[in-house]
């Protein structure tokens, strides 16, 4: 299966002071990407890449739990500018 590069945000800057939370339609296409690799542009800057996506935090801010390098990390979404798959294959479990 291929998937198409998801960019972020789609309706709204997630870090702005005006934030209702991440969309129905933004949280199911994260969603799909859990476990798979994926890359993250953060909006300081960094990447975080070729991470497994483990899980989309709920809540109306949400967060995104990512493997990489043999640690995980919680990155709140609205530090997240990009989010993309980084290959066609799964993560590893």
């Known amino acids: 299966m291929s998937w198409s590069i998801l960019t972020f945000p789609l309706s709204h800057p997630f870090g702005s002071a005006d934030l209702v939370g ?3 339609r933004e949280r199911s296409e994260l969603k799909q990407l859990e476990g798979h690799r994926v890359s993250l542009a953060l909006a300081d800057g960094s990447r975080i890449d070729d991470c497994e996506l483990v899980s989309v935090g709920g809540g109306r801010r949400g967060h995104l739990w ?17 989010i993309w798959e980084a290959s066609g ?5």
Not at 66 to 75: R, T
Not at 89 to 93: L, N, T
């Open 22 to 24: 991440v969309t129905q």
């Open 89 to 93: 294959r799964a993560g590893h479990g």
């Open 66 to 82: 990512v493997h990489a390098n043999g640690a995980d990390s919680f990155v709140p979404l609205s530090k997240v500018a990009d």
